[in-house]
């Protein structure tokens, strides 16, 4: 080592070429970190499980209400999935009805006909006109529409606030018949005619902003049959239904 020494103040001074080839210390270098194959392939796998544990756990039940492990239940997830459900498939229904409403009104068009062939009746009686032309036409009127109004087996009648919705249903054998006519008083109702029992499903008939409604529901497996009515409007409606027939019990909502 080379160092001057300077008498009058007795300090001492390093030279500069002593600091120029001064070794660097090994310390002072940055080590890099070597990735392995097999360490990525563990990161990975952990990831995955994450991932798949977040699946299982939150994601199904809270979107689909699949709770596969009971977690979501108990969380709340599970009901949350189920109502989102729920809320899907009745819009999925709306935009369907939409397509098929107008094949709707028409296939109803033939029940509802149905009632002129009673009002033809009149004209068996025309022969009396001839003494009396006025009275028949009176006496008539009255005749066909108080046995229509008595002959109802059951009769109910519910308010749906908007939004609302509504299911009734006649347990009934396979093949029975069943008389029916429904009524939207102060709206419209979308509606959703169906049944099921022992392990079957069948969708009879769907319609969309639909007043009112008769006809005959013939029971194509032995279950519950009847229908489902929302309130889509942004009023409360009054639902009327009349039933008659061969069926053993009414299903009233609770």
């Given amino acids: 080592m080379q160092q001057d020494y300077n008498h009058s103040d007795d300090h001492i001074t390093i030279s500069h070429s002593e600091q120029r080839h001064a070794p660097s210390s090994a310390s002072g270098h940055i080590t890099g970190v070597k990735a392995t194959s097999n360490g990525l392939i563990r990161d990975t796998i952990g990831a995955v499980a994450v991932a798949g544990v977040i699946l299982t756990l939150f994601w199904l039940p809270a979107e689909y209400g699949i709770d596969l492990t009971g977690v979501g239940r108990v969380l709340g997830l599970t009901q949350m999935g189920e109502i989102k459900q729920q809320l899907y498939a009745e819009a999925?229904?709306?935009?369907?009805?939409?397509?098929?409403?107008?094949?709707?009104?028409?296939?109803?068009?033939?029940?509802?006909?149905?009632?002129?062939?009673?009002?033809?009746?009149?004209?068996?009686?025309?022969?009396?006109?001839?003494?009396t032309p006025s009275a028949p036409a009176v006496a008539v009127a009255p005749a066909v529409t108080e046995p229509a109004?008595?002959?109802?087996?059951?009769?109910?009648?519910?308010?749906?606030?908007?939004?609302?919705?509504?299911?009734?249903?006649?347990?009934?054998?396979?093949?029975?018949?069943?008389?029916?006519?429904?009524?939207?008083?102060?709206?419209?109702l979308n509606y959703d005619t169906h049944g099921d029992g022992g392990g079957k499903q069948i969708s009879y008939e769907k319609g969309r902003s639909i007043t009112d409604?008769?006809?005959?529901?013939?029971?194509?497996?032995?279950?519950?049959?009847?229908?489902f009515w929302r309130n889509r409007d942004n009023k409360d409606v009054t639902l009327t239904l009349f039933v008659r027939g061969d069926y053993s019990t009414l299903k009233l909502p609770n």
């Fill in 213 to 227: 409604q008769e006809g005959k529901l013939i029971a194509a497996f032995t279950g519950n049959h009847g229908w």
């Fill in 92 to 131: 999925a229904a709306d935009d369907a009805a939409l397509a098929t409403a107008k094949t709707s009104e028409v296939a109803e068009t033939p029940e509802v006909i149905e009632t002129p062939e009673v009002i033809e009746t009149p004209e068996i009686a025309e022969p009396t006109e001839v003494t």
């Fill in 149 to 188: 109004i008595s002959a109802w087996q059951d009769e109910v009648s519910y308010i749906l606030t908007p939004g609302q919705g509504i299911e009734i249903k006649l347990v009934m054998n396979e093949g029975a018949i069943a008389d029916f006519a429904w009524s939207a008083n102060g709206g419209t």
